[in-house]
């Protein structure tokens, strides 16, 4: 998804929240605000607008006294969810299609989000989204290659959101035929995205059959970007890939593949009519049948 004009005040807000996150004086929080308007008067129009943020937060991580300013609130968000996880579980295990609830509700965790959307209600939305079904729904395409496939690569997005991945990830492993199931996280810290510490610190990546990859945070290290011919060489070698969350899906809405799919809850106006579903709704997207982006 290419940068809109009405990204450019959710970049300012979103370095503003993270200063505060980072406890900045403010003075510094100026500079960080002055220095992303620099940049973003500068911009290639034609970029991914998940690049124009890893630079945005950069930014912000450049100037603060600390590694990652939304740690305190990747554990809060964690210890949240992981209240309603023993609820919500028995409900999944005890209704008709397990998975596709699973699913939906790793969904709906989606909307636990420092980002573009601050203010939730966990429990609501979690219930919300194990009653109501997807706005765009490509469970059947989903479901027709899952059943045949032996990898499976998954797009991790935000903390908090990963503890019902987990719930997910455990059903694609227990009810199809997988063999390999490679989780890609961030390689550092980017909003209140997961990175490979916070799997470590969950024990996740310790499922049997799951193992890790890992993509750039905008710091320039030895991952490769999101929209990366590397990642591109990603979506060819699986036979199945879940994209989740909404920053997953603005950096490779781009691929048109039959075997991509995107879990997400949307959360802005541009993503409402760039996947033609409205603000606040879940969608599963096949790539492949996503609407044609002026």
């Not at 203010?119 to 009653?131: A, H, Q, S, V």
């Not at 039959?258 to 802005?268: A, D, S």
């Not at 760039?274 to 997207?285: M, Q, Y």
């Amino acid at each position: 998804m290419e940068i809109k004009l009405g990204c450019l005040p959710c970049y300012v807000n979103q370095a503003m929240e993270a200063t505060r996150y980072a406890r900045m004086g403010e003075d510094d929080r100026w500079e960080v605000v002055q220095r992303v308007c620099k940049e973003l008067s500068n911009i290639d129009r034609s970029q991914p607008s998940a690049r124009v943020g890893q630079k945005v937060h950069k930014i912000v991580r450049d100037k603060a006294k600390t590694f990652d300013p939304y740690r305190d609130q990747k554990v809060k968000s964690n210890e949240s969810a992981r209240k309603y996880l023993d609820e919500f579980r028995k409900k999944v295990l005890n209704s008709e299609d397990p998975l596709e609830r699973a699913a939906r509700l790793a969904t709906a965790g989606n909307a636990v989000d420092f980002g573009p959307k601050r203010d939730f209600d966990i429990e609501k939305e979690l219930e919300r989204g194990y009653r109501e079904g997807f706005a765009i729904n490509h469970w059947q395409d989903f479901l027709s290659l899952l059943r045949k496939a032996k990898e499976l690569l998954y797009f991790v997005d935000n903390s908090g959101e990963i503890i019902y991945d987990t719930l997910f990830v455990e059903l694609l492993l227990e009810r199809s035929e997988l063999e390999r199931l490679d989780l890609v996280v961030k390689d550092g810290p980017f909003l209140n995205d997961v990175t490979e510490g916070d799997l470590k610190d969950l024990k996740i990546s310790e499922l049997d059959g799951v193992d890790v990859k890992s993509v750039d945070n905008g710091d320039g290290g030895s991952s490769p970007t999101l929209w990366s011919s590397e990642v591109e060489s990603w979506l060819n070698e699986y036979e199945l890939v879940v994209s989740k969350g909404q920053a997953n899906y603005e950096g490779l809405s781009g691929y048109k593949k039959g075997n991509l799919f995107f879990f997400l809850t949307v959360k802005c106006d541009l993503v409402a009519v760039d996947t033609g579903a409205e603000e606040g709704s879940k969608v599963l997207i096949n790539s492949a049948k996503a609407l044609n982006r002026a």
